[in-house]
């Protein structure tokens, strides 16, 4: 089995082994790098492969990392194919551009160049719970570069000692990597540093700049800037920070945790006033579904086999449920739920930029613009919601083997008789012509009966139904279904009809499964690891551009403003059940039942 890797912990685009010998490599890019078996990023040898047609010989370029004076150096050796074929395949492969491998080899090892990332909003949940365990496991896997450092900002007073012991509690190693695992954390720690200072105070963020400068010791400066703070004091830091705090010689980039408004005109001010201190290319909008595994690999098993791109359109699929629950309320951040509702919190973004990749045409390359080209795109084609394609839901109190299950308004910091949906479920369209007619169907849902996140879709019905004596009237009892679980227990899975061994003709539903665990020994990463490695190498294809960003709220705006204003009553289902009736309704109107409470046994 080939085990993904790179030149780097992981690059773009991803790779694949040769299959066939005989394929010449017919199919093998221009340039392929390949990564050494010890898997340090940058020591690697960088071998690039042009494909000479009628040939049995390949020109290899090996590339050196770069000289002490800049240069390159590259040494041309023919190479017989079948030997090629067989580094391909035992050797992990990526495929990028060597003088792309090369600008990041430079950066990661260059001594002359340090990274300074600080986490604003240091003593709050996400940073520990998140985004010092994701810095953690990047170092770990001697993701980060060289000269890095961590600063921690917050008004809380604490010392260096005071945040590590904070965020060593929360620090986690790899299953598959345990050794040294301690060292590790105490070399990481050592790197971690805390400056206390207010959000809007150019002064404290002068301070800082002058410890990071410290730290710096005269290398270039390259800042990234981690806003885990509430929204409302999101531009007073941005304006600090850009003034005050960022780099006279490289880059400064900040990442803005959503929300990113709560309609279309306060997400407007939001981007405006954060292009009063920064261009749009240093604005990494984080979505942190777009970092899953399974959301990355979304636009792989699409582009990348020739059997599903042909399927993906109104021809053949019937409907597409994009679908999210947790078994847990808003405990504990009920204050900050109240103000937003399901539908700002999960569906405008998370499920709403997966809908996006799952529906976006082709895009030209996998350059982040091209990607986001196609988003918008498709997000544009889309009908704004309207209430009579919605229904919405809040959990109420329940008592279940002797333990009593809070309400949502139980929460002392959600306001009495709060109307806020901690559930919603909407049928949306695309107006193009792949989509017409298609219904995308969204569920989401706080307090359910177990935590998940996956895409279903649902194929049309074979004509003919020439095994109607077996699957009788009922359809849908045989219609393939390809599953995408995101979370947990990542798999993909096709639901196919099969004869039952034996003399009779007898049909079953099976599962072409690709489960994870069974597939890939090593540990998904966090998507925050993904999104963090990616803002430091300046990669925005994960990130919400700010076009994107109103297409999105174009679509939900209008529909939330109703809700609002027609103070429109949830529907209560009780916590840990399986969410409200009228979600039910809603999918029939279009003829569609919801995959996840399924008809199968094994859904
Ligand atoms: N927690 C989560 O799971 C997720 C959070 N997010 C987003 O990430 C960001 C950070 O979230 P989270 O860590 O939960 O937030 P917290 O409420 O924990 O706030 C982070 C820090 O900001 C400071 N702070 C809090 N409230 C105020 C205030 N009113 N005025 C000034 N400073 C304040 C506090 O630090 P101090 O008092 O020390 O200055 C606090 O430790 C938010 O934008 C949130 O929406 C997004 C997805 C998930
Ligand atoms: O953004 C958010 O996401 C979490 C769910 O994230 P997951 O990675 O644990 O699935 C959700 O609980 C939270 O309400 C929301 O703000």
Same mark, same amino acid.
């Given at each position: 089995?080939?085990?993904?890797?790179?030149?780097?912990?992981?690059?773009?685009?991803?790779?694949?082994?040769?299959?066939?010998?005989?394929?010449?490599?017919?199919?093998?890019?221009?340039?392929?790098?390949?990564?050494?078996?010890?898997?340090?990023?940058?020591?690697?040898?960088?071998?690039?492969?042009?494909?000479?047609?009628?040939?049995?010989?390949?020109?290899?370029?090996?590339?050196?990392?770069?000289?002490?004076?800049?240069?390159?150096?590259?040494?041309?050796?023919?190479?017989?194919?079948?030997?090629?074929?067989?580094?391909?395949?035992?050797?992990?492969?990526? /495929?990028?551009?060597?003088?792309?491998?090369?600008?990041?080899?430079?950066?990661?090892?260059?001594?002359?160049?340090?990274?300074?990332?600080?986490?604003?909003?240091?003593?709050?949940?996400?940073?520990?719970?998140?985004?010092?365990?994701?810095?953690?496991?990047?170092?770990?896997?001697?993701?980060?570069?060289?000269?890095?450092?961590?600063?921690?900002?917050?008004?809380?007073?604490?010392?260096?000692?005071?945040?590590?012991?904070?965020?060593?509690?929360?620090?986690?190693?790899?299953?598959?990597?345990?050794?040294?695992?301690?060292?590790?954390?105490?070399?990481?720690?050592?790197?971690?540093?805390?400056?206390?200072?207010?959000?809007?105070?150019?002064?404290?963020?002068?301070?800082?700049?002058?410890?990071?400068?410290?730290?710096?010791?005269?290398?270039?400066?390259?800042?990234?800037?981690?806003?885990?703070?509430?929204?409302?004091?999101?531009?007073?830091?941005?304006?600090?920070?850009?003034?005050?705090?960022?780099?006279?010689?490289?880059?400064?980039?900040?990442?803005?945790?959503?929300?990113?408004?709560?309609?279309?005109?306060?997400?407007?001010?939001?981007?405006?006033?954060?292009?009063?201190?920064?261009?749009?290319?240093?604005?990494?909008?984080?979505?942190?579904?777009?970092?899953?595994?399974?959301?990355?690999?979304?636009?792989?098993?699409?582009?990348?086999?020739?059997?599903?791109?042909?399927?993906?359109?109104?021809?053949?699929?019937?409907?597409?449920?994009?679908? /999210?629950?947790?078994?847990?309320?808003?405990?504990?951040?009920?204050?900050?739920?109240?103000?937003?509702?399901?539908?700002?919190?999960?569906?405008?973004?998370?499920?709403?930029?997966?809908?996006?990749?799952?529906?976006?045409?082709?895009?030209?390359?996998?350059?982040?613009?091209?990607?986001?080209?196609?988003?918008?795109?498709?997000?544009?084609?889309?009908?704004?919601?309207?209430?009579?394609?919605?229904?919405?839901?809040?959990?109420?109190?329940?008592?279940?083997?002797?333990?009593?299950?809070?309400?949502?308004?139980?929460?002392?910091?959600?306001?009495?008789?709060?109307?806020?949906?901690?559930?919603?479920?909407?049928?949306?369209?695309?107006?193009?012509?792949?989509?017409?007619?298609?219904?995308?169907?969204?569920?989401?849902?706080?307090?359910?009966?177990?935590?998940?996140?996956?895409?279903?879709?649902?194929?049309?019905?074979?004509?003919?139904?020439?095994?109607?004596?077996?699957?009788?009237?009922?359809?849908?009892?045989?219609?393939?279904?390809?599953?995408?679980?995101?979370?947990?227990?990542?798999?993909?899975?096709?639901?196919?009809?099969?004869?039952?061994?034996?003399?009779?003709?007898?049909?079953?539903?099976?599962?072409?499964?690709?489960?994870?665990?069974?597939?890939?020994?090593?540990?998904?990463?966090?998507?925050?690891?993904?999104?963090?490695?990616?803002?430091?190498?300046?990669?925005?294809?994960?990130?919400?551009?700010?076009?994107?960003?109103?297409?999105?709220?174009?679509?939900?705006?209008?529909?939330?403003?109703?809700?609002?204003?027609?103070?429109?009553?949830?529907?209560?289902?009780?916590?840990?059940?399986?969410?409200?009736?009228?979600?039910?309704?809603?999918?029939?109107?279009?003829?569609?039942?919801?995959?996840?409470?399924?008809?199968?046994?094994?859904?």
């Amino acid at each position: 089995m080939a085990t993904i890797c790179s030149t780097h912990c992981r690059s773009y685009p991803s790779l694949q082994p040769v299959s066939s010998p005989s394929s010449k490599l017919g199919h093998v890019p221009q340039h392929v790098t390949l990564s050494s078996s010890a898997s340090k990023r940058f020591l690697a040898a960088k071998v690039s492969l042009k494909s000479q047609s009628d040939s049995n010989q390949v020109a290899v370029h090996t590339h050196q990392p770069q000289q002490s004076d800049g240069a390159a150096t590259a040494a041309a050796v023919p190479v017989d194919i079948d030997t090629t074929q067989k580094l391909l395949k035992s050797e992990l492969l990526s /495929f990028t551009s060597a003088e792309e491998s090369q600008a990041e080899a430079s950066f990661y090892n260059n001594e002359n160049e340090s990274v300074s990332i600080t986490v604003v909003g240091a003593s709050g949940d996400l940073a520990k719970k998140k985004i010092f365990p994701a810095l953690f496991a990047l170092y770990y896997e001697d993701c980060l570069p060289k000269h890095f450092t961590i600063f921690g900002y917050a008004r809380s007073k604490m010392t260096d000692a005071e945040l590590r012991t904070m965020v060593s509690k929360t620090l986690t190693c790899r299953i598959d990597k345990r050794e040294n695992c301690g060292e590790k954390m105490d070399e990481f720690l050592k790197r971690c540093f805390y400056h206390s200072g207010q959000y809007d105070s150019q002064e404290n963020f002068a301070a800082l700049d002058k410890k990071l400068k410290e730290h710096e010791n005269g290398k270039a400066s390259n800042r990234l800037f981690y806003l885990s703070i509430p929204p409302n004091i999101f531009i007073d830091a941005v304006k600090c920070a850009s003034s005050s705090a960022s780099s006279g010689n490289g880059w400064t980039r900040v990442i803005v945790e959503k929300p990113f408004g709560r309609d279309s005109e306060s997400s407007a001010a939001l981007t405006k006033s954060l292009k009063q201190y920064l261009r749009e290319d240093q604005i990494f909008r984080i979505d942190h579904y777009l970092g899953k595994e399974l959301v990355e690999n979304l636009s792989v098993l699409r582009f990348s086999n020739l059997i599903f791109e042909p399927l993906w359109s109104r021809q053949y699929i019937r409907n597409v449920q994009f679908i /999210f629950s947790e078994d847990f309320g808003t405990e504990g951040r009920g204050g900050y739920f109240d103000n937003y509702g399901i539908i700002r919190d999960i569906m405008q973004n998370h499920l709403l930029q997966i809908l996006a990749l799952f529906a976006m045409e082709t895009p030209v390359s996998l350059d982040a613009e091209d990607i986001r080209n196609e988003k918008v795109k498709v997000l544009r084609s889309m009908r704004p919601l309207e209430l009579g394609t919605m229904v919405i839901g809040q959990y109420k109190s329940h008592t279940k083997g002797g333990v009593t299950y809070p309400a949502y308004t139980d929460d002392k910091t959600v306001p009495k008789g709060s109307l806020t949906p901690t559930f919603a479920a909407a049928a949306l369209f695309i107006d193009n012509a792949r989509w017409d007619g298609v219904p995308f169907l969204m569920k989401a849902g706080k307090a359910l009966h177990k935590k998940g996140a996956e895409i279903r879709v649902q194929f049309r019905h074979v004509p003919g139904n020439l095994y109607n004596r077996t699957f009788g009237t009922d359809l849908d009892r045989a219609t393939n279904e390809l599953v995408i679980r995101v979370q947990p227990d990542e798999a993909i899975y096709l639901k196919i009809n099969n004869k039952v061994p034996g003399l009779g003709m007898k049909l079953d539903r099976s599962h072409l499964n690709l489960h994870y665990a069974a597939r890939y020994s090593k540990e998904i990463p966090d998507a925050y690891e993904r999104l963090l490695l990616d803002a430091i190498e300046g990669e925005r294809r994960l990130f919400i551009r700010s076009d994107e960003l109103d297409a999105a709220w174009s679509l939900f705006t209008p529909v939330l403003k109703e809700l609002e204003e027609k103070r429109v009553v949830p529907e209560y289902y009780p916590y840990g059940s399986r969410g409200p009736v009228g979600a039910h309704y809603l999918a029939a109107r279009y003829n569609v039942r919801w995959g996840d409470l399924g008809i199968d046994m094994d859904q």
